[in-house]
């Protein structure tokens, strides 16, 4: 079992930044990525990005890449979010998830292949 707790969710002016954190516990020896989603009011839940547990790998959802970038910190088993130009249509609720199985590249988008999720944080942005 793996707990996921998110938070630096807030408002912000469009093209302000925010960074989102999801901290990890339980078996967190065991995960091989994890993930951010977001969900927006009506909308479907969206990948934004993944990375290796053990490092190495990054992916992102084209349309957000050259904005939001993920990193880890292995000591402190947090994952980051950091989202920068940020625009009215980036405003959702973002989800971190983990994914415990083991498998090859490339990492996973699809939100029924994370086994663990967090509660969520909201971010909007205003116009």
């Known amino acids: 079992q793996v707990r996921l707790v998110e938070s630096g969710g807030g408002l912000v002016q469009a093209g302000g930044s925010l960074r989102l954190s999801c901290a990890a516990s339980g078996a967190t020896y065991n995960m091989y990525a994890m993930a951010w989603f977001r969900q927006a009011s009506g909308k479907e839940r969206e990948f934004v990005g993944a990375?290796?547990?053990?490092?190495?790998?990054?992916t992102y959802v084209d349309s957000l890449k050259d904005r939001f970038t993920i990193s880890r910190d292995k000591a402190k088993n947090t994952m980051y979010l950091q989202m920068n130009s940020l625009k009215p249509e980036d405003t959702a609720v973002y989800y971190c998830?983990?994914?415990?199985?083991?498998?090859?590249?490339?990492?996973?988008?699809?939100?029924?292949?994370?086994?663990?999720w967090g509660q969520g944080t909201q971010v909007t942005v205003s116009s």
């Open positions: 990375t290796g547990w053990s490092g190495g790998i990054t």
């Open positions: 998830a983990a994914d415990m199985v083991h498998r090859p590249p490339p990492l996973r988008v699809g939100a029924l292949d994370y086994d663990f």
